[in-house]
């Protein structure tokens, strides 16, 4: 018979407006078999660190126009991507014991129906298990993909980087400098400016909560104007990077976690620039990108082995931890790619 135990899970209260709280989301008790059904493929997982994402934020909003994603339900566990070990089985790709890193569950166990394609065996276990929440995973491809698909820098361009020192703002600066770009970052206190320069490596950075005139503040960071503008936060950085781009420059839209938690999102007043500096500005998904995972994956690991690429985490610890480390990314809380232990491995 298969084992019965306890299975504490986070789930979403109620859809939110404006800026979540802590009490729009619980960790219930319920229990759980571990064991897939007879005959199906499913798998089930023990959960052993889950990421925290800024994208998330809009799927705790109910959207009469489906969006890209599906909304949570209120009362159903929160999902997203996470690191797991295989505790049960009835696919041939997976077996007891493999570790995997994918969609899942905010809880202990998850019982995963179809985990093809949303899970992936992890290739490189020599790195910490939870670098697949991030630089090996959903948050590297991101960066990945979105700069050298979207972007397509350059050797010498001049690349600027919103929310920097974030999950995927650290890899972008730091495969911008393999590529022999000059890079300069974004960050919202002088802790995560030191480390854009230090840690990371960009040639410059700034505090944006600092500065009165962001335009100004980017003019005296790129005199010669911007190349490539990798835009994590929209709203008024997006503004003033506008008038700063050199001709013919590119931006890539990854994400504005400034806009998330606003009934109404900011304008942009600066748009004749696309067309009076011929600029391109173009979105993404990762999900363009799958089919490159295991290219970006091999490419990483190397990086990560010869110092080339560093990653910071904040990693807290626990389920109960997990509410306050999702809402504290919209605060700027977090230092580096924000995830949760949920049990060592």
Same mark, same amino acid.
């Given at each position: 018979m298969a084992a019965v135990v306890t299975?504490? $899970? @986070?789930?979403?209260? $109620? +859809? @939110?407006t404006g800026l979540p709280s802590e009490d729009d989301m619980e960790v219930v008790t319920a229990k759980t078999t571990l064991a897939v059904p007879a005959g199906?493929? #499913? @798998?089930? @997982? *023990?959960?052993?660190y889950v990421s925290c994402d800024p994208y998330m934020r809009g799927r705790m909003t109910h959207h009469e126009v489906p969006s890209y994603v599906p909304d949570y339900v209120p009362g159903e566990v929160i999902t997203n991507c996470g690191v797991m070990k295989v505790v049960s089985s009835g696919h041939p790709d997976f077996k007891d014991g493999d570790l995997v890193w994918g969609v899942t569950g905010w809880e202990e166990y998850t019982l995963v129906n179809n985990p093809k394609? +949303?899970?992936h065996k992890i290739n490189y276990p020599e790195f910490p298990l939870s670098y697949y929440t991030g630089v090996l995973g959903i948050a590297g491809l991101t960066a990945y993909g979105g700069f050298f698909e979207v972007s397509k820098?350059? *050797?010498g361009d001049y690349v600027f980087v919103s929310a920097a020192s974030g999950?995927?703002?650290q890899i972008v600066g730091q495969l911008a400098k393999i590529t022999g770009c000059y890079v300069v970052g974004s960050a919202g206190s002088d802790e995560k400016v030191k480390l854009l320069k230090t840690k990371f490596g960009f040639h410059? #950075?700034?505090n944006y909560k600092k500065e009165l005139d962001l335009e100004g503040a980017l003019k005296r960071c790129f005199p010669d104007g911007i190349d490539i503008y990798f835009d994590n936060v929209g709203g008024a950085m997006l503004d003033a990077v506008l008038p700063n781009m050199r001709i013919g420059g590119k931006i890539t839209i990854c994400g504005m976690i400034s806009q998330y938690n606003l009934e $109404?999102?900011?304008?942009? $007043?600066?748009l004749f620039y696309l067309f009076a500096k011929s600029l391109r500005m173009e979105g993404f998904l990762v999900s363009n990108y799958i089919a490159i995972y295991h290219r970006y994956e091999k490419e990483m690991a190397g990086y990560l082995r010869e110092g080339k690429v560093v990653y910071v985490e904040d990693i807290v610890e626990g389920l109960e931890a997990a509410p306050a480390a999702?809402?504290?990314l919209f605060t700027g809380r977090n230092v580096g790619k924000q995830l949760v232990t949920i049990a060592w491995e």
């Open positions: 299975n504490r $899970r @986070v789930i979403l209260k $109620r +859809y @939110v199906s493929e #499913a @798998v089930m @997982v *023990k959960n052993l394609p +949303y899970l820098p350059k *050797k999950a995927v703002g410059d #950075a700034f $109404r999102p900011d304008g942009v $007043r600066n999702l809402i504290g």
